[in-house]
């Protein structure tokens, strides 16, 4: 068979994985978002009673901008990494819809987490944090096998990026199962651990950045 043909449908067939994985990512978040409805008032409305009714819809917001946020850094992840992918095999398919089986449970366990985030009830936080910590332990395992010289999945991927993108999977899982150790001690101070999220990035950010520069320009 031609080479040129071969090479082609290589191409072709990644293009289908990643295009796959970028539709289940935008109906997660489309689903994240159907769980945010309009209140509904029966009888005598006024700007009160709907002021009312958003206030009670607080939790909700707050548990759908934590997972809008958590899905959308990792699809920013996945999208660098397939930016490195220029081959693949079965079992990068099955990591990859592993990985996106995390991805549509976060509607669910999202919906169930805010629900009842102002009762401090262990069990819908409990299967949130499992959710995001099998999330982020996916995409780790993804870039630990893609980045693997001996797999020959990748060009370009020099191992302070891979490093990095590895630790930056991680860290969120990481936050989530010290959130659950503080909802022991403080429930009242766990619900707003995610809020370190960020400073955590930007912090690994800053840490590889010197690293990554080296080893390019090396």
């Known amino acids: 068979m031609n080479p040129l043909h071969n090479e082609l449908k290589k191409e072709f067939q990644l293009e289908r994985m990643i295009l796959f994985s970028d539709a289940v990512f935008a109906i997660a978040i489309t689903l ?48 660098r990494l397939f930016g490195f992918v220029v081959n693949y095999n079965l079992r990068l398919m099955w990591l990859n819809l592993v990985f996106l089986l995390a991805v549509v449970l976060m509607p669910f366990t999202s919906a ?58 991680i860290a969120v899982p990481i936050i989530f199962l010290l959130m659950a150790l503080m909802f022991l001690i403080s429930p009242h101070v766990a619900i707003w651990m995610p809020a370190i999220i960020p400073p955590v990035i930007g912090l690994l950010s800053k840490y590889y950045k010197k690293r990554i520069i080296f080893s390019v320009n090396k």
């Open 32 to 79: 994240l978002a159907i769980e945010l409805k309009v209140p509904v008032i029966v009888t005598g409305i006024t700007d009160h009673k709907l002021a009312e009714s958003l206030n009670e819809m607080i939790p909700k917001f707050i548990g759908f901008l934590i997972s809008f946020f958590i899905i959308g850094q990792y699809w920013t992840i996945h999208h």
């Open 112 to 169: 169930f987490y805010s629900e009842y985030i102002t009762y401090y009830l262990k069990i819908p936080s409990i299967f949130y944090i499992i959710n995001i910590c099998f999330l982020g332990f996916m995409n780790y395992l993804m870039w630990r096998y893609v980045s693997n010289p001996k797999h020959a999945l990748s060009e370009g991927l020099v191992k302070p990026v891979a490093n990095y993108y590895s630790m930056r999977a």
